[in-house]
């Protein structure tokens, strides 16, 4: 296991200065840093909403939800963001809008003012040597969609951006992936795709920053109550967020995955039946009965809007289908240690379909970065012999004291300056200072 070194941002950034241009870099934000736009064209009224609109007059704001909304409007901004099985049939596997005759998208693909919170962060590349919108480029994505829910549309996007970077330095430079949080089912869905000699020839290295990779149980947690990261927002907010995840698929694909219904369990990255992650007045839930949370959680109306039943089948099943195979490109895995990390949540009420939650009577922890215990992030482990026999590299860095994805945000603390300064030497010099 390597442990994070001492070189300080400046050395790095000196140091790296003599490489002339920087190697181009693609940056993939995590969890909901992607704003989203849609359109409506005389889409079917809501049944019992008639004030809610059919048509838009072009793109309008889809995320981040508006700051002040009435509580009517509310409904009309969640059905707008729920996402419900393209198909029919139990073998569809997309998603699409819940609402008729809507379009979404990102805004400003390959760009950066799509990406929220990521202005300082950007300009810090900028100083650094990279040149926004040609070496340095941005790929939003809608976070609603499972990593293996994106269109082909998507991962061609995001395969014409990576050749054309490579392309643009004359064959000199491969592009390298900065993927945080979630956004690393993401890029490890899109390698999966593409061939041993495409990655050969285009990806120089992937940054795994921050990875959750076995889910965690803040998503659980989320979808139960709207609780946040102990983040103590109003109850309204909190009602927001529970109905959000439970419209997103993607909020499913985060839950704890399940090791196997034995309880005898090898992988200690995985959870297993003995592994409480939810628990009310009368009955504890674990990775292996998520059915029966929802039927406990939801109204019978829900069901209908959600398809939760189905989205629950799709997602658990698909994500131990597709198979947490290695990418098959140099690879170094980011992990926060020592930050207390929500491991269970107790209420001390019984679950009834419509009830609504407030804060958890009581959480433990494990050790994470706040966010993603470090069992999920080290999951990654597995691909250890296959990496070294396609001459790829594995690394595992943990940094005690990073926070959840801060570690291209140096402005956190001092461990989050320390990360970012040894990322920047792997990307510029391919080495690492142990």
């Known amino acids: 296991m390597i442990r994070a070194s001492t070189m300080s941002l400046a050395v790095v950034l000196s140091c790296a200065e003599t490489l002339g241009s920087r190697p181009p870099l693609i940056i993939l934000p995590g969890l909901p840093a992607s704003l989203l736009q849609y359109t409506l064209n005389n889409s079917a009224p809501i049944p019992g909403m008639d004030w809610c609109s059919c048509s838009t007059s072009g793109w309008t704001p889809l995320y981040p939800p508006p700051a002040n909304v009435s509580n009517g409007d509310i409904g009309c901004y969640l059905e707008n963001m729920i996402?419900?099985?393209?198909?029919?049939?139990?073998?569809?596997?997309?998603?699409?809008?819940?609402?008729?005759?809507?379009?979404?998208?990102?805004?400003?693909?390959?760009?950066?003012?799509?990406?929220v919170q990521f202005d300082q962060c950007i300009q810090r590349f900028n100083k650094s040597g990279w040149v926004p919108g040609v070496s340095l480029r941005g790929a939003p994505y809608d976070f609603r969609f499972p990593a293996f829910g994106f269109a082909d549309t998507f991962f061609s996007a995001l395969q014409n951006l990576v050749e054309s970077m490579?392309?643009?330095?004359?064959?000199?430079?491969?592009?390298?992936l900065w993927a945080i949080s979630d956004a690393n089912g993401v890029v490890l869905a899109f390698l999966q795709r593409m061939s041993v000699p495409w990655k050969n020839r285009y990806i120089a290295r992937w940054i795994a920053d921050s990875p959750l990779w076995s889910g965690a149980p803040l998503a659980v947690m989320t979808y139960v109550s709207g609780f946040v990261a102990g983040a103590g927002l109003p109850y309204s907010q909190q009602q927001l967020y529970s109905a959000l995840a439970r419209g997103m698929p993607a909020a499913?694909?985060?839950?704890?995955?399940?090791?196997?219904?034995?309880?005898?369990?090898?992988?200690?990255?995985?959870?297993?039946?003995?592994?409480?992650?939810?628990?009310?007045?009368?009955?504890?839930?674990?990775?292996?009965?998520?059915?029966?949370?929802?039927?406990?959680?939801?109204?019978?109306?829900?069901?209908?809007?959600?398809?939760?039943?189905?989205?629950?089948?799709?997602?658990?099943?698909?994500?131990?289908?597709?198979?947490?195979?290695?990418?098959?490109?140099?690879?170094?895995?980011?992990?926060?240690?020592?930050?207390?990390?929500?491991?269970?949540?107790?209420?001390?009420?019984?679950?009834?379909?419509?009830?609504?939650?407030?804060?958890?009577?009581?959480?433990?922890?494990?050790d994470g970065d706040g966010v993603s215990p470090l069992r999920s992030a080290l999951r990654s482990k597995a691909w250890e012999t296959a990496q070294k026999t396609n001459g790829k590299e594995l690394r595992h860095v943990e940094y005690a004291g990073l926070a959840h994805a801060t570690c291209m945000f140096p402005d956190s603390n001092a461990i989050a300056?320390?990360?970012?300064?040894?990322?920047?030497?792997?990307?510029?010099?391919?080495?690492?200072?142990?």
Request: aromatic share 10%; glycine share 6%; hydrophobic share 35%.
């Open 83 to 115: 996402l419900v099985p393209a198909g029919n049939d139990t073998t569809s596997r997309g998603f699409k809008p819940m609402r008729t005759n809507m379009s979404t998208r990102v805004v400003d693909w390959g760009g950066f003012s799509g990406m």
């Open 166 to 176: 490579a392309n643009a330095t004359g064959g000199t430079h491969k592009v390298s």
């Open 252 to 366: 499913t694909w985060r839950f704890p995955h399940l090791c196997n219904e034995t309880g005898n369990c090898t992988d200690s990255s995985l959870w297993t039946v003995h592994d409480t992650i939810i628990q009310s007045r009368t009955k504890n839930y674990t990775a292996a009965n998520y059915s029966a949370l929802l039927t406990d959680l939801l109204l019978d109306a829900e069901f209908d809007m959600y398809q939760s039943r189905r989205v629950l089948d799709m997602v658990l099943t698909d994500r131990e289908e597709n198979l947490f195979k290695a990418p098959l490109v140099d690879t170094i895995v980011v992990a926060g240690t020592t930050i207390p990390t929500a491991s269970a949540v107790f209420y001390n009420v019984s679950f009834a379909p419509g009830i609504h939650l407030d804060n958890p009577t009581h959480t433990s922890y494990t």
């Open 417 to 434: 300056t320390k990360c970012f300064a040894e990322m920047i030497d792997y990307i510029t010099n391919a080495s690492f200072h142990e």
